[in-house]
């Protein structure tokens, strides 16, 4: 992800719609990455991650895909529920570095 | 999952005085912590590498002699803010990984400085 400091973009859905939240990142060496959920208050919340031999990994309700050609990768949300309002960030690292970038995050808001 | 504890989630001082975080790994040891500072509405802000029984790596523009991070055992690193003042109120992460890889992020610590 790339964090640039910026106020976070929101995206609002009816409850019970899929929901979709974008990512970039800049580091081309990058081989492992993280979505993570974080609510008003508290620290942020591991929900599922994909690794770069992949581009498509399942959870439960989510989804991530990975699109290394262009360096994007998306969280799907699939029947979202109020619980699931919150900031949504992206990380990326190269296996072994230590070193993760964060996205600058989507405010997702769900609307009843 | 991984287990990070963090303590305390939110303290008040006076501005002048130093306050005092701590960041447990309770189920793995953790070599290598991190600590985030975040501004409202914005995303992590790393400004250190916590690393167990060696120096902490800083992030450019972080005052070392500020932000005191030690990181005495395996489970185990604090980050203290010396002489805090009201610029200093912001929200502290702090994280940490077994592998290397998956994250696992503290609950965080609200900061306010009068």
């Known amino acids: 992800g790339e964090s640039v400091g910026l106020h976070l973009p929101t995206l609002s859905v009816q409850e019970g719609d899929n929901s979709i939240i974008n990512c970039a990142y800049s580091?081309?060496?990058?081989?492992?990455f993280i979505w993570y959920k974080q609510e008003s208050g508290k620290g942020p919340q591991f929900i599922i991650d994909?690794?770069?031999?992949?581009d498509k990994r399942q959870g439960q309700r989510v989804t991530v895909l990975l699109n290394k050609t262009v360096k994007h990768l998306s969280l799907q949300i699939a029947a979202t529920q109020p619980g699931d309002s919150a900031v949504y960030f992206c990380?990326?690292?190269?296996?072994?570095?230590?070193?993760?970038?964060f996205g600058t995050g989507t405010r997702l808001k769900v609307l009843a | 999952g991984a287990v990070v504890s963090q303590h305390p989630s939110w303290v008040i001082c006076k501005s002048g005085t130093s306050v005092k975080i701590e960041c447990r790994s309770l189920?793995?040891?953790?070599?290598?912590m991190f600590w985030y500072r975040q501004f409202p509405k914005q995303s992590l802000m790393l400004m250190a590498t916590?690393?167990?029984?060696?120096?902490?790596?800083?992030e450019q523009g972080v005052e070392k002699d500020k932000f005191l991070i030690n990181h005495a055992s395996l489970t185990l690193s604090t980050l203290t803010v010396t002489s805090a003042h009201p610029e200093d109120s912001s929200f502290y992460i702090c994280?940490?990984?077994?592998?290397?890889?998956?994250?696992?992020f503290g609950s965080g610590t609200q900061l306010s400085v009068l």
């Open positions: 994280s940490a990984s077994e592998t290397g890889e998956k994250l696992f």
């Open positions: 580091n081309s060496a990058s081989d492992y």
């Open positions: 994909i690794r770069s031999n992949m």
């Open positions: 990380a990326d690292t190269t296996s072994g570095t230590y070193k993760y970038i």
């Open positions: 189920d793995f040891q953790a070599t290598t």
């Open positions: 916590s690393n167990e029984g060696s120096k902490a790596t800083y």
